[in-house]
T-cell receptor, first 112, second 113 residues
Framework: AQSVAQPEDQVNVAEGNPLTVKCTYSVSGNPYLFWYVQYPNRGLQFLLKYITGDNLVKGSYGFEAEFNKSQTSFHLKKPSALVSDSALYFCAVRPYFNKFYFGSGTKLNVKP | DGGITQSPKYLFRKEGQNVTLSCEQNLNHDAMYWYRQDPGQGLRLIYYSQIVNDFQKGDIAEGYSVSREKKESFPLTVTSAQKNPTAFYLC????????????FGDGTRLSIL
């Protein structure tokens, strides 16, 4: 069965500190990997994706993500967190065709 | 501006009533999706469509129905058979080019009266 795990329901970080939001997956083949952000009562916004190549991918708003094939992980990172980064973050994988599988989401709280 | 429009933003359903959620996109995307979002459960796929006049069940299709008569439109009907319909419903679309992400609308929040 295909699955995506975000082991932390919530991550708390102080403004200016680095942040990491974790994602691991269990899917067949070589999936495409995505991160999205959701603000209250809004849809999901695309942040970044990994398709192939360099294991460190850069995306919107200063976010980046590190792909690790041996650990089947795709952790979201940012060197210096902003209060405005506070939101719900989703990891998603697309193992084949047009289906996507989403993690349960991680709420990021950035405190001033 | 291109995008996905979901309407209404809030919807209330009475017992035994069917309700239809609208999703329209002007991105010229072939594939469209409906997800249900419940707190702590992430997004669960209800139905998806890769082309006009064709759609497939997702993981939680029971109690829901869809149609895809036009490329731009993918309405979702929540039938009376769906016993727990209170949730946030999200529509998404994407081009079927291999590595592209989904684009999402701003959702419809459905509640039971």
């Amino acid at each position: 069965a295909q699955s995506v795990a975000q082991p932390e329901d919530q991550v708390n970080v102080a403004e200016g500190n680095p942040l990491t939001v974790k994602c691991t997956y269990s899917v067949s083949g070589n999936p495409y990997l995505f991160w999205y952000v959701q603000y209250p009562n809004r849809g999901l916004q695309f942040l970044l994706k990994y398709i192939t190549g360099d294991n460190l991918v850069k995306g919107s708003y200063g976010f980046e993500a590190e792909f690790n094939k041996s650990q089947t992980s795709f952790h979201l990172k940012k060197p210096s967190a902003l209060v405005s980064d506070s939101a719900l973050y989703f990891c998603a994988v697309r193992p084949y065709f047009n289906k996507f599988y989403f993690g349960s989401g991680t709420k990021l709280n950035v405190k001033p | 501006d291109g995008g996905i429009t979901q309407s209404p933003k809030y919807l209330f359903r009475k017992e035994g009533q069917n309700v239809t959620l609208s999703c329209e996109q002007n991105l010229n995307h072939d594939a469209m999706y409906w997800y249900r979002q419940d707190p702590g459960q992430g997004l669960r796929l209800i139905y998806y469509s890769q082309i006009v006049n064709d759609f497939q069940k997702g993981d939680i299709a029971e109690g829901y129905s869809v149609s895809r008569e036009k490329k731009e439109s993918f309405p979702l009907t929540v039938t009376s058979a769906q016993k727990n319909p209170t949730a946030f419903y999200l529509c998404a679309s994407r081009t079927t080019q291999d590595n592209q992400p989904q684009h999402f609308g701003d959702g419809t929040r459905l509640s039971i009266l």
